[in-house]
């Protein structure tokens, strides 16, 4: 089963390009599990093969800046689009990943709230919930 579908981008965006939103499916593999925590934005799209990339920031090193979810989808978005060099970043199948919403530019659409706060509860990061699906920076 795929947990992304028809809408989700196909090919890296250019700044200012939308890109989909993910979470972790329940049943993740654990290597996908370990690379994100803490509540990790995730961005991303999706490859020809069926599997998707995905850029991610769990601010491992807690940075008060990127507290918020919000604030790590912007900064995994702005690695993504700006080619910035990462280890945040991994390939994986798509059946790992949950589409959640989308992103671009300035701007998230959470399409999902309900699948947003379970993984942000989950990883100990409920205080991070945005108060809102539409998210302007």
Known sequence: MTTFGFDTPMERPRPG???A????????IEAVREAVNN???????AN????????FENNRFR?????????????????????????NKLTCAGENVVQIGFIEGSEILVRDMAKLQAWLESSG??????DSAEIHA
């Open 63 to 87: 940075d008060a800046s990127l507290h918020a979810w919000q604030a790590k989808v912007f900064k995994a978005y702005g690695r993504m689009v700006e080619l910035s060099p990462t280890v």
């Open 125 to 130: 990061a409920a205080d991070s919930m945005p």
């Open 21 to 28: 939103v993910f979470v972790p499916h329940l049943d993740a």
């Open 48 to 55: 020809p093969d069926r599997t998707v990339t995905i850029y």
């Open 17 to 19: 390009g939308r890109a």
């Open 39 to 45: 509540g990790s934005g995730m961005v991303g799209f």
